[in-house]
């Protein structure tokens, strides 16, 4: 078993890597400097298959700001062409974040947290409603996307199998050159160790009331959750 310290900082490895896969969109975007001046003058949106609804209202719907959201956009436009960002696209985008490890699983998931409407597909409003939750959003809103992605069959609970299938995953991006070398049974450990901690009534499942309690009991997830809210 581990000891207090492996322990505590098991807690906070899932909620961590959600808000680091921000980062990593963003980055792969280019879309951290807010350097330039011209963005305004620079912003078009008539070279696209898709186009966005008035940044305007999105304003209003998200977080950022109009400045903010042209940012954005331009970055979205550069990469994805057609106005939409699919699965495989994901897939390619932490393949080359993590080398070293199989990022493919990881990436389903996490698209799947993004294609809220399960389209096959996400558009640029659901890429930033996202974005803007996770890097600008209240604690709650911040828990509850996440507990959404690890409810991966949507009933409003996350079981055990749900939770490895998540850890198994983020053990797999981060591939076998970890340090300290992750024992073999670590992905089982880890979701005894979360279902010891969430679940409170011991039921063999987490709710979202539970899941939001007892991630806002642990001062490292509640860390966490503001490592990267001013990144933009």
Avoid at 64 to 88: A, H, I, M, W
Avoid at 135 to 157: A, C, M, P, Q, S
Avoid at 166 to 188: F, N, Q, S
Avoid at 194 to 217: A, P, Y
Wanted: charged share 25%; glycine share 6%.
């Amino acid at each position: 078993m581990w000891n207090k310290g492996e322990s505590e900082g098991l807690q906070t490895l899932g909620i961590v890597v959600v808000v680091c896969s921000s980062l990593k969109l963003l980055h792969y975007l280019g879309l951290i400097d807010l350097s330039d001046d011209k963005i305004e003058d620079e912003l078009e949106m008539t070279t696209v298959c898709y186009r966005p609804e008035g940044l305007e209202q999105l304003e209003t719907q998200t977080n950022f700001t109009k400045r903010e959201l042209q940012v954005l956009y331009r970055g979205f436009k550069n990469e994805c062409p057609s106005g939409v960002v699919n699965e495989e696209t994901f897939k390619q985008i932490y393949a080359q974040f993590f080398p070293h490890g199989d990022a493919s699983m990881y990436a389903h998931y996490l698209f799947n947290a993004f294609d809220t409407a399960q389209t096959g597909s996400v558009k640029f409003e659901g890429f930033v409603m996202a974005l803007s939750t996770l890097l600008r959003g209240t604690v709650h809103e911040k828990l509850r996307w996440t507990f959404n992605l690890y409810d991966i069959n949507k009933d409003g609970y996350i079981n055990k199998e749900e939770m490895m299938d998540i850890v198994k995953a983020i053990y797999d991006m981060m591939g076998k050159y970890t340090y300290p070398v992750l024992k073999e049974d670590a992905p089982r450990l880890h979701v005894e160790v979360f279902f010891q901690k969430m679940d409170k009534n011991k039921d063999g499942v987490v709710t979202l009331d539970e899941f939001i309690e007892s991630c806002q009991e642990d001062d490292n997830i509640m860390r966490s959750l503001q490592l990267f809210e001013n990144v933009m």
